[in-house]
Nanobody, 129 residues
Framework: QVQLVESGGGLVQAGGSLRLSCAASTRAFSNYAMAWFRQAPGKEREFVAAINWSGGSTYYLDSVKGRFTISRDNAKNTVYLQMNSLKPEETAVYYC??????????????????????WGQGTQVTVSS
C-alpha cells in the first residue's frame, strides 16, 4: 500500500504561482509513474500532468502546457507540480496519483484516471480573480 500526501495548495491571485508537492510512502517510488489530476465542484476529475518512472517523459493537459511543470525527485520520493500564470477557472482540488502498471507509456493511457492505483487526499487550490 502506498500513501500519497499532497501539500502546497492555497489561495492565490490570478496570474500567480503555486508549487504542489506529493510525498509517497514507498521505497520503490522510482518504479511508479506519477500524475496530477484536478476536480472542480460539479465537474469530473481531469488529467493535468504525468511523469514517467525516470522523469524523462511527461504529458500535459493542453491548456496548461507552458505554464505548469511536473517533476520528480526519486531520492526524496516526491513529485512536484509547479503552476504559473494561474487562472480562476483552475480552482479545484488537486490530486496526486501513482501507478505501477501504466503501460504503454502513451497519452491515451496516462491521461485516464482509472490507470492509477493510488491517490492522495487532495489539496485545494483557489485562484481569485
Amino acid at each position: 500500500q502506498v500513501q500519497l500526501v499532497e501539500s502546497g495548495g492555497g489561495l492565490v491571485q490570478a496570474g500567480g504561482s503555486l508549487r504542489l508537492s506529493c510525498a509517497a510512502s514507498t521505497r520503490a517510488f522510482s518504479n511508479y509513474a506519477m500524475a496530477w489530476f484536478r476536480q472542480a465542484p460539479g465537474k469530473e476529475r481531469e488529467f493535468v500532468a504525468a511523469i514517467n518512472w525516470s522523469g524523462g517523459s511527461t504529458y500535459y493537459l493542453d491548456s496548461v502546457k507552458g505554464r505548469f511543470t511536473i517533476s520528480r525527485d526519486n531520492a526524496k520520493n516526491t513529485v512536484y507540480l509547479q503552476m504559473n500564470s494561474l487562472k480562476p477557472e483552475e480552482t479545484a482540488v488537486y490530486y496526486c496519483a501513482a501507478s505501477l502498471l501504466l503501460r504503454p507509456w502513451d497519452r491515451v493511457v496516462v491521461t485516464r484516471a482509472g490507470g492509477y492505483n493510488y491517490w492522495g487526499q487532495g489539496t485545494q487550490v483557489t485562484v481569485s480573480s
